[in-house]
């Protein structure tokens, strides 16, 4: 699912009010760390994470396999924040960042 410019700008502009709810270390995708990517993807489906490695490499290397692993597309990289997207056709509209800040 590739992204257009127009949706990675709605998407950017609704992330950047977000925080990061899934914090990944220098361990990577641990189990406990995909589990909790799963459940937030599927409650809140555009989400905000926070990679704390050592270089952009790694850095990057990490969101993909996350990516991947999660079924996710990258909307957005800056620093060590990454703006994740899967979208659920059963989102709970209370939980989910898409249909709460649909007007930013």
Do not use: F, W
């Not at 589990?35 to 993909?64: F, M, P, S, W, Y």
Request: a positive charge; proline letters at 3%.
């Amino acid at each position: 699912m590739a992204l257009s410019s127009e949706q990675k700008k709605a998407y950017k502009r609704i992330g950047h009010h977000l925080k990061p709810v899934v914090i990944v270390s220098e361990q990577g995708a641990s189990e406990g760390v995909l589990a909790e990517l799963d459940r937030a993807l599927n409650d809140h489906e555009l989400i905000k994470i926070r990679v704390t490695v050592g270089d952009r490499d790694t850095k990057q290397t990490l969101i993909d396999e996350l990516c991947k692993a999660s079924g996710a597309e990258l909307v957005q990289v800056i620093g060590k924040m990454a703006i994740l997207l899967r979208p659920n056709k059963k989102a709970n509209p209370k939980l989910s960042n898409l249909a709460r800040l649909k007007g930013l």
